[in-house]
């Protein structure tokens, strides 16, 4: 593959597709998954199998996508409530000096894209985060989500006569 980064610290499962510009490190990736082009996943996360991950996607250290899941292009999750780049003091913050908060995409969830996911959130087990959403607190299972700051605008197991199947 060119252009593409896996250290070897990655863990690949079977059949995992990977295009080009991807950096993948200290990470864990099921069975089946698909990885579009300029991705960058970084180390501790899991993504589980059968899943696609799209272009120019970042998914920070704590997150943990499962099984199932759509991530749609250009989606960014964030692990950090305060982010700065120096202590009170001036020094360059180091991974000792701040929290990372892990953020939950439950099995079959979908996330539009261009959606920014907040840290310590949990995206329910079959929800969906409309396009350009920005989640900032936690997505009820089979819910459909959008805007800023993201809000259920549908429940997936509504029988109402608009609902889509």
């Keep these: ?11 690949l499962g079977k059949n995992v597709q990977i295009y080009a510009f991807v950096n ?4 864990e990736i099921g069975d089946n998954t698909k990885i579009g082009t300029f991705v960058e996943i970084q180390k501790g996360v899991t993504i ?3 899943c696609k991950i799209s272009s120019h996607t970042f998914i ?8 199932n899941c759509f991530i ?18 001036g020094r360059l913050q180091t991974e000792e000096d701040w929290v990372c908060i892990p953020t939950y995409v439950r099995k079959g969830a979908s996330i539009g894209s261009s959606a920014t996911i907040l ?37 997936l197991d509504d029988d109402s006569p608009d609902q889509e199947k």
């Design 24 to 27: 993948l490190y200290g990470c």
């Design 48 to 50: 589980g199998k059968n």
């Design 119 to 155: 840290c310590g959130v949990t995206i329910g087990e079959g929800a969906i985060v409309g396009a350009g959403a920005v989640v900032t607190r936690d997505v009820p299972p089979r819910t459909i989500v959008a805007g800023v700051p993201a809000r259920v605008v549908k429940r």
């Design 72 to 89: 749609g292009h250009n989606v960014t999750f964030i692990n950090d409530k305060y982010p700065r780049a120096t202590t009170e003091d």
């Design 1 to 11: 593959m060119r252009f593409v980064n896996i250290t070897d610290d990655v863990k």
């Design 60 to 67: 920070c250290e704590g997150v943990h996508i499962e099984d």
